[in-house]
């Protein structure tokens, strides 16, 4: 089975115009309207990002999210659990500290319920259901669990089901996606929850998360969960990986993302900021 | 021994603005003065890049060569021999052939003789050779051969002995080097001049070459190596290694490039493009 | 659990007598009698290929079919869908272009329905239905896609089962199978459709498939797939792939091929040729 | 969702004082009630070992069974399947033999059925299962096949679900374990059936079983499972294969674990022994 | 060439008498008079630590060398430059500086010079040099920076200098190295100087250096080199890695050590510490 | 610089004919004249085998030559030092039994000088030496130790040279290497003279050797080198890990080969037997 290349979103993503001389080329029209978009008249496709648990997200990319919602594009969260097996807080209050937490980040949020907290399965039904929603958000990148498998086993299942999520997104002949058009995305990155979970054979990319705002919003997202945060380290451990990724690219504080695909340039130019402090 | 961090050519290629913020802000007066740039006013630092014999940087990366100079970008490549145990080829024409090469790339060339055509070795002495270049021309990309060993022995040892330099050009102690100014580089990347050579533990990233005139002016320099391509099919090689990436990345051609350290991204702006076409 | 050594079809596979001294000797009877085979009398025991969607066989690995088929051997294609999820083609054409296909290329070929298209699953119950598939055909060599997880879904999951189902049916205990005798294969290997799939981690083997005969055959059965090449340009990434890895391999077309298993060789003579042109 | 550190299992097991004071402090009440536990007043925590088949422990790690059962910890076997899809012995034999095996070791044993021999397949509910029977032993270590993909399904399956249900058995919210207490084991060790299960990707640890009566009880123990090692050579497998091992370790027989997590030591006196004898 | 595997020090070091029963046995007279041993009477062999600048131990494992000097162990440190290649601080600076953190440490410290900061290569006659120190010191731990050659040139080829030097030492019919004799060290740790410096296909071990006294001394070592520390943040770099490794492991403060070979314990109680904390 | 692609030698050893239908053609002339070779009228042409040390040949692949050596095909050593730095023997002796050893194997056998045992470093002039030996031999296969790094220093780096001295022997340009013609070898294999030095990244090929005359040789050739095998169990080691590769092929002893490149096949044929016993 091949994709579909030349669907209408794709090409409205990318233009035949070469990148190389028209970056800040003239927007299509349709872009404007990404359901769940912050701000009217935003140029900027939108993020989408999927959490296992209600704080997945902001452990493991909150400072990336909370980065991008401030430059004004749309980030959308999924989370697809309630957290219902967590040693501490019942359901209610995670999901509740996890709405919390979007907002302070400046990101939609909804909930799906997949299989239940620690029991997700490999479905094709569940990669179905997630190609939906990036049907319907249409986002150009994604935000995804990594696939290692030696954490926690809904967060690498739910990075294998978004990694075929988006490639059944873009096929033409699903029925159980209709009518939804199908929807080529740009970059499918991995975020850890953990420093453990990062993958030793895909080379990170840096995200710098530098600006004293961008920590201070991702900070607040994470303590937002209280009933995790209360009796462990984690939001320590998350801005002391941050501080020592910055270290090393050269700023404040930078966060790591794995992608899925090599990255397509029309330049050198935007290669030239290596991580080479040491 | 620990770099100079806050030396004067390092703050000028990174300055502590944002670049969030500020990625086409004002140019540091001094940036204007490249030496070797080949247009007056060219606001991009240059590129240097090195080949170990007349024909490598040609063959490898010769279509990223033409696609920077095109875009009004300064490069310079060092040739570390005469190509003089080639089977095929006087030294003499081959230096002839790299000239002519070079000229239609749209990039200035020099020759260095290190230990001669398949003689090259591991020293000291070469690495700050090469970290005199480096703080001579002040880069801010360099390009090399990959240090992948089961190549031509000379082209894994050239990048390696690169790599070197490029840390040794910040070390503020280094008499040696006297009286240039350390520079720090922002990024390594290395080429394969075959598809063999190409690192399999670094994640590529994809150079569109694929605009009609970049793609001639690349073959048209790889055909100037008349002496290594009467015999045998190294530009074809070349234009369907080109071709398969590019079909890889959705576009007409592509080159790979292999990153010495992580990128570093201010946003996700600049990942959105993922070579994801299968 | 462990195999049966001994099995009858085993032994009349791998015969004691060793292969340094006997690489043609007399066949046993009941190789003559191979279901499937396409010529009466042929000493050559089946090759096995299984695909995910109509196909994937032929832009994976049809010049390797072809040029079996070619030297006498039966191939029997398994397919395990009717490719209902492509954006282009109905089941009903793809079927028949795959139908087509396996004619142009000299092979046998059956359908069968798993999970459907886009659906597949790991159930164990179909990795006993694919063995008992190999122990109806028990083939010499099966020719799989390859298990790596970045790549169409189905396409891994397949390579995954097929690999299973040559442990299984081996396995003289498995009712399941029952009355078919255990068969032992002598080789898998794994197949991909594009270049992004190809295993890292295994050191492939290069196969000559430069006969213009050869070549001819596997384009005319890439293109009889019309619903899938019309709009893309699948024909031309695949023999742009056998191209390069021909001129790596120092002949005009070669096809990479991943081994599950180290080969085992009776001398170094089956060793000699190594991919060194560059 | 995030694990119960401070359960109270788990300060059992991790007492806060440092461990390089005292190694050899007072035991916790607590432990000497260890279920299962063969030995009255042993101060040491159980060993908890899983295998798919009747057979796969004694092959794969048994002589570290045998020497820890000697050295007066509690091990406990758990064999998910009766093996009744081998191609030798009916279920009812294999059990014999395993039980037989067992008391040859000195280990408890239990069976437990899953989806049955050679039908193993990954689900959440079996990982709770053996999450249960984790909490039930409460091990300061498990010993467990290799996730490896490219052997017997059932093992890297099985692997994988310990794996899973290791971690589920410390987190506090899951109601599928109640009312049995959290329990955070010390470690997950994989071991290796056949020497192609070996994972390439972790440095493995080599357990000295050099002691002749180790080796004595061990051999024993594999010959039990007569119905296995009449036709085959396993016994002499596992035997080269310790052999081979005490080599490199300068001992004479040793067995190759692979832990799946960082060892956590005091000093580098648990470091000191290395396998530096080539 | 093979060792000298029965050498007097040797079977001083690996007594015949099994380490499962006698890890407290009694101590070989010999062994309480090795060369630069801090205390009188001390039991344990003393650590050796090899540095190619003089502050790369205190900041790649100078936790650890504290630790192990508090608990009585002779450390010796072999410094391989004055550091006369750095951006700040002169060669006597340095050197001073370097002696000074030693004496924090509770280390012996001695310079030697091979080629010169920035200079260093790899020849055979410093790896005999090395392997003189080492039957000179006769440790049983050796450490010395990793292997990965991306970082400054001298730390990976120091690392593979020591590397080399360790089988050196055994080896008994090498003149260079007479009278003494030979020395067959135990274990041979690599440690990174900075994360990037973590080599990929070794799992790591880690140390817990969590007792407040060793955190304190480390700090005060890492800030002797006034000269490095004043400009940059390197104190905070690897206070910021000891406390994520010590997170991951669930103490304080931890190092990570790479053991160039696989640890060989008596018994599984050794391994019975996991970093299991996420 | 390129290769000499077609140079005499090498179309010698690659006639244009396919391989898929005259495999056993008739063969060219001059290949009767091997220099060399131990038969007249020999159609093989010979093998040639590098060691560092008189008994890393026997150890390390001495099986593969003895078997090659009884098939009729011409085998020349080459030891590249006298074994100098050993514990036990003089040069004298180690060099007698290297005689003895090699005319056990039926093989020729030369000695060369190049840095001295334990002295081995990366020289080009070297691997120009070693190159000229492959013109003059003109093999089709060679077998070098394996280049990882973590052995014996001698083994990696004379690895290392003989891949160099490979590629530098088929370019026409090099003075140092006249007048002898440019050759292109058609494999080089890397042997591992323990199990350690298995590189980990290159799938093995495993060759039978399990025809009792070629065990008795090899065993018999090790037992040549008396002074490294009475203190030391070389021999059993070597014979456990045949014995444990045999079992894994489903044969009585085997030896494991890692090959520099990818085979070349002309059909599925050459694939057909995996070493898929377990």
Redesign the interface.
């Known amino acids: ?7 209408p979103s794709k090409s409205a993503h ?1 233009p035949p115009a ?3 001389r028209t970056p800040s080329g003239p927007v299509p029209k349709r872009r404007r309207h990404w359901p769940g978009a912050g701000l009217a008249g935003d140029p ?1 496709p939108p ?1 989408l990002a999927f959490g ?2 209600p ?1 997945d997200i902001e452990f493991g990319c909150g400072g ?1 999210v909370a ?2 919602a401030m ?1 004004g ?1 749309a980030v959308h969260l999924v989370i697809c ?1 309630h ?6 807080g019942t359901p209610r209050q995670r999901v509740a500290e996890a709405r919390r937490a979007a907002a302070l980040l400046g990101a939609a949020i909804e909930f799906i319920a997949l ?1 239940g ?9 569940h ?2 259901r997630l190609a939906k929603i990036i049907r319907r958000i249409r986002p ?2 994604i935000l995804a669990p990594s ?1 290692v ?6 967060h690498g299942r739910l990075g ?1 089901l978004v ?2 999520a ?3 997104a ?5 029925k159980a996606l209709r009518p939804r058009l ?1 929807h ?6 991995f975020y850890a ?4 979970a990062e993958p ?9 998360i ?2 004293p705002e961008i920590v201070r919003r991702w900070t607040a997202a994470m303590r937002a969960h209280a009933s ?1 945060t209360s ?4 939001v ?2 998350q801005l ?2 941050a ?2 990724l910055g ?5 404040d504080h ?1 966060a ?2 794995f ?20």
């Open positions: 089975m091949k994709p579909t290349p030349n669907s990318r070469p990148e190389r900027l993020v296992a648990h704080d990336v980065g991008e430059a594009r659990s957290g219902e097996a967590g040693s501490h299989d907290d620690a029991h997700l399965e490999i479905r094709a039904a990669a179905l150009e990148v696939v498998e030696n954490q926690h086993p809904d294998s990694r075929d988006s490639r059944l873009r096929y033409g002949g699903l199908p080529a995305i740009g970059q499918l990155l929850v953990t420093p453990e030793r054979d895909i080379t990170p990319v840096l995200i710098d530098s600006a995790q009796a462990r380290e984690y320590e451990l002391a990986r501080r020592l270290m090393r690219a050269g700023v930078a790591a993302l992608p899925n695909e090599p990255l397509v340039f029309g330049s050198l130019a935007q290669t030239r900021r290596g991580a080479r402090r040491f």
